[in-house]
Nanobody, 115 residues
């Protein structure tokens, strides 16, 4: 069982930045793909950022150029840096890991973008 714990959510004004953290103890980042997804009320879960074993990253069009996913293998931590936040970024953000597709997800952390 992979344990995933997100943190760093909160209330932020439009245009500001926020950085989410996720710790996944006991997982070898050398063989696991990592990612962040989000789910807004009444909407389907959306994969927003992924970093694969080799280090390549992919982003949803809705966040491309604003969000950055990164990882630290020694700390088994993955981050999601969110810049130029918009009200439509409001959602519960989930961190996940998987040896191929991402199948183990955390409980999520709420991000609210509002003035």
């Amino acid at each position: 069982q992979v344990q995933v714990v997100e943190s760093g959510g909160g209330l932020v004004q439009p245009g500001r930045s926020l950085k989410l953290s996720c710790t996944i103890p006991g997982v070898l980042f050398s063989i696991y793909n990592l990612g962040w997804a989000r789910q807004a009320p009444g909407k389907q879960r959306e994969q927003v950022a992924t970093i694969v074993v080799g280090g390549a990253t992919t982003y949803a069009d809705s966040v491309k150029g604003r969000f950055i996913i990164s990882r630290d293998r020694t700390k088994t931590t993955v981050w999601l840096e969110m810049n130029s936040l918009k009200p439509e970024d409001t959602a519960v953000y989930f961190c996940g890991a998987g040896s191929y597709s991402i199948t183990s997800w955390g409980q999520g952390t709420q991000v609210t973008v509002s003035s």
